[in-house]
């Protein structure tokens, strides 16, 4: 009769064990973790990500930097990379900040391939500079608004940033603008 039993089979009773769940199966979806390690510099990961439209600008950008009225130093020149990082992280930061109210990557000046409407209407392509708050607890300023995080904001000529509490003041001119 041994023969005809089976053992762990269906008739075990009350006691029995639940079935294995099915093995499991491999996903192939996008976990973001590809895009974490190629969006890392030093070993730190960033925070942005150049949107699609990103370009180096066709023109001679320059960020002039003011404390208290005078002119520090000497412009950056904005037209080697299609974006720059502002912030205190040394090891990443485009552009430093040294003031404590400003975040390690507070924010990015990003240049974009975009469609606006000439004179006539018609779709014009350029290279236009952008502002993005990167989610920082003290803010970024464009002409003395503080402006929405996560969000691009377009610069124009003259326009002036702050970021955090800083009194440093950022105004961005072009080669073609006169001083």
Not at 15 to 44: H, I, M
Not at 95 to 121: N, W, Y
């Amino acid at each position: 009769d041994e023969e005809h039993m089976q053992y762990g089979g269906p008739d075990d009773g009350p006691g029995k064990a639940p079935p294995a769940p099915p093995p499991e199966q491999p996903s192939f979806g996008l976990s973001g973790k590809l895009a974490a390690e190629t969006n890392k510099v030093n070993g730190v990961e960033l925070k942005h990500q150049p949107p699609p439209d990103a370009a180096k600008p066709d023109k001679k950008w320059r960020l002039y930097v003011f404390k208290d009225g005078s002119l520090q130093d000497e412009p950056f020149y904005l037209h080697r990379l299609d974006h720059y990082l502002f912030g205190r992280d040394i090891n990443i930061a485009d552009v430093m900040c040294a003031h404590p109210s400003i975040s390690k990557q507070h924010a990015v000046l990003q240049f974009r391939r975009t469609d606006k409407p000439d004179e006539f209407g018609l779709p014009k392509s350029a290279v236009r500079p952008y502002l993005i708050d990167l989610g920082t607890v003290n803010g970024t300023f464009l002409n003395g608004e503080r402006i929405e995080a996560l969000r691009f904001y377009e610069l124009l000529v003259k326009d002036t940033i702050k970021f955090g509490m800083s009194t440093r003041e950022y105004v961005l001119l072009h080669e073609d603008v006169a001083d």
